[in-house]
Nanobody, 123 residues
């Protein structure tokens, strides 16, 4: 089992920045991919970014590329999502997820999920 705990969400004004963290514990694996997803009220959960734990390769969804950056700290078993230039439409619950194997963007490819952290961007 893998446990994922997100933190760092909160209320921020438009144009501001936040850094989300996802601490992984339990059964960790060097071949894992860690991803960030988000779900806004009344909308489906959508992919944000992912990082392969071994290679460090990343993938960011086009609509957020340049504003959001995923990174990792292997020593801390933690993945980050740095968000800048936040917009009201970025308001959502942000979830961390993990899977064994290469990068995937589909949520059903991920086996483990955190509880989510709320990000609210005011205009």
């Amino acid at each position: 089992q893998v446990q994922l705990v997100e933190s760092g969400g909160g209320l921020v004004q438009a144009g501001g920045s936040l850094r989300l963290s996802c601490a992984a514990s339990g059964r960790t694996f060097s071949s894992a991919t860690m991803g960030w997803f988000r779900q806004a009220p009344g909308k489906e959960r959508e992919f944000v970014a992912a990082i392969n734990w071994r290679s460090g390769s990343t993938y960011h969804t086009d609509s957020m590329k340049g504003r959001f950056t995923i990174s990792k700290d292997s020593a801390k078993n933690t993945v980050y999502l740095q968000m800048s230039g936040l917009k009201p439409e970025d308001t959502a619950v942000y979830y961390c997820a993990a899977r064994t194997g290469p990068l995937r963007v589909g949520e059903f490819a991920y086996d483990y999920w955190g509880q989510g952290t709320q990000v609210t961007v005011s205009s």
